[in-house]
């Protein structure tokens, strides 16, 4: 299991933005979610 960070500028989730558990941090949702649907398939 993975674990994404969805970037944000919340004062309460920026303060566990940088925890080690965390494998991907993303601006992007649909677009992750696409590239890594897309790098399974290959």
Known sequence: MK???LK???AF???D???PYIDYKINNL???LQ???IL???
């Open 17 to 19: 933005a940088n925890k």
């Open 13 to 15: 989730a920026k303060k």
């Open 40 to 42: 399974k398939a290959a």
């Open 35 to 37: 590239e890594i649907n």
């Open 3 to 5: 674990t994404c960070w």
């Open 8 to 10: 944000n500028d919340e």
């Open 30 to 32: 649909p677009s992750f």
